[in-house]
C-alpha cells in the first residue's frame, strides 16, 4: 500500500506564488519519478513537471521559468514552487509517483488524490 499526502493549494492572486508539497509512504523501495500534473475544468490532464532520482528534470513549457520542482529522496517528498502564478494555472493538480518495491522489478505509477489551485485576475 502507498500513500501520497498532497497539500499547499489554494487562493492566490495572479502574480503570487504556492507551494506544493507531496510525502509519499508505504511499501516503496525506491521512487523513480516524482512529479506534478493537473487539470482543469472540461480539459485533460496535463504535465507539469516531474523529476527523476538522479535529478534530471522535466517542464511544461507553459511553466518553464515560473515552476520550480524538487525533490528530497530522504523524506520522500516532492515540491513544486510556483511563482509569478496567471488565471490560466488555476487547476487541480495531483501528484504522481513511479516506484519500486523490490530490485529488478518494474515501476508502478500511482496518483494523489488532488490539491486544488485557483488564480484570480
Known amino acids: 500500500q502507498v500513500q501520497l499526502q498532497e497539500s499547499g493549494g489554494g487562493l492566490v492572486q495572479a502574480g503570487g506564488s504556492l507551494n506544493l508539497s507531496c510525502v509519499a509512504s508505504?511499501?516503496?523501495?525506491?521512487?523513480?519519478?516524482m512529479g506534478w500534473y493537473r487539470q482543469a475544468p472540461g480539459k485533460q490532464r496535463e504535465l507539469v513537471a516531474t523529476?527523476?532520482?538522479?535529478?534530471?528534470?522535466i517542464n511544461a513549457d507553459s511553466v518553464k521559468g515560473r515552476f520550480t520542482i524538487s525533490r528530497d529522496n530522504a523524506k520522500k517528498t516532492v515540491y513544486l514552487q510556483m511563482n509569478s502564478l496567471k488565471p490560466e494555472d488555476t487547476a487541480e493538480y495531483y501528484c504522481?509517483?513511479?516506484?519500486?518495491?523490490?530490485?529488478?522489478?518494474?515501476?508502478?505509477?500511482?496518483w494523489g488524490q488532488g490539491t486544488q489551485v485557483a488564480v484570480s485576475s
Open positions: 504522481n509517483v513511479k516506484y519500486r518495491i523490490r530490485q529488478g522489478l518494474g515501476t508502478i505509477g500511482y
Open positions: 508505504g511499501s516503496i523501495l525506491v521512487i523513480v519519478t
Open positions: 523529476i527523476d532520482s538522479d535529478g534530471s528534470i
